[in-house]
């Protein structure tokens, strides 16, 4: 299968908008070249076994986005262009030159992760491993291995990277999770890692469903985690004590009628990929079905947020 690979170089500012609009028109992985994320995962002791300097400009964001190349990609296109006239109309002159295109096949846009994707540790526990790196985890160290291939969801992004800081300080041992929009499985993986009884993972991408089955089998967890193919809450039963979204904000907006019900007593839910600039909205209409906001955190103009039953 043939895939269009399309990158754009905009300033750090602008890096979470533009991401977003990306992704909204139909983008299947992103990858997201932040020398400011580089510096930090070293200064933070989570950049190892890589010889990649630090980042002297870390002005300049490359985000690169992969589609379908078929008869929509035109469309596709013209969407794309419009948004970002539309931001440079609101903030002013953000890219620095031109979108550049080439086609890729499949193969190849897995392995375009490997540059960008190295041993990193979040948290006070958790390292996330790359399957074609070696590391040996230290005590009390929880180790992920992790191949994402063309699903979301490495660690190093903030919105996974926030999720899972905050899977260790809400998540009870002995609980039952929902993954929702499971990507890579990462975050599915760190809640069982992190003492949850059952775990249950979905995906709308088919794609995504066996990126995340491999992953967990790598850490051998195939018989504690499922994985299936479905659209948000609809594809799990019963109720959870912990809810985890990682997509972005109009899809959690759209399923946020269905998590009370989903939810047990004292249970939680746990948004994320969020661009701060929609974290009232989500915050509104969580209220709206009668859920509260707990705590919210902000890193890189993206958000967490957690909420409980009122």
Not at 103 to 116: G, M, P
Not at 288 to 293: A, M, P, T
Request: glycine content about 8%.
């Amino acid at each position: 299968m043939k895939y269009v690979e399309m990158s754009i170089k905009v300033k750090h500012e602008a890096d979470d908008v533009v991401s977003q609009i990306l992704i909204d028109a139909g983008a299947k992985g992103t990858v997201i070249d932040d020398p400011e994320l580089i510096n930090n995962l070293r200064k933070h002791g989570g950049w190892q076994l890589t010889d990649i300097p630090e980042q002297a400009n870390t002005e300049i964001v490359t985000i690169t986005a992969y589609y379908l190349e078929n008869d929509l990609w035109k469309e596709c296109l013209n969407n794309i262009n419009h948004e970002l006239n539309l931001i440079k109309m609101r903030i002013g002159e953000f890219q620095f030159g031109e979108l550049l295109f080439r086609s890729v096949q499949e193969s190849d846009w897995a392995n375009e992760w490997k540059q960008f994707f190295h041993i990193t540790h979040v948290g006070k526990s958790l390292v996330i491993k790359p399957s074609w790196e070696q590391y040996v985890g230290k005590d009390k160290e929880l180790v992920i291995e992790i191949d994402p291939g063309m699903a979301f969801g490495t660690g190093t992004h903030h919105t996974t990277c926030m999720c899972m800081e905050m899977l260790e300080k809400v998540l009870r041992k002995g609980c039952a999770v929902f993954d929702i929009g499971t990507g890579s499985g990462i975050l599915a993986i760190t809640a069982k890692l992190l003492g949850a009884s059952t775990v249950k993972a979905v995906d709308i991408d088919p794609v995504a469903v066996k990126v995340a089955k491999e992953n967990i089998a790598i850490n051998g967890l195939e018989k504690n985690i499922t994985v299936c193919e479905s659209d948000l809450l609809h594809g799990t039963e019963g109720k959870a004590d912990l809810i985890i979204a990682n997509i972005i904000a109009d899809i959690i907006i759209k399923m946020l009628p269905d998590v009370p019900q989903k939810l047990n007593d004292n249970g939680v839910f746990l948004a994320s990929g969020i661009i701060e600039g929609r974290a009232k909205d989500v915050e509104v209409a969580a209220s709206k079905v009668g859920l509260k906001l707990n705590n919210c955190n902000h890193r890189g103009g993206w958000v967490v947020m957690q909420f409980s039953r009122v």
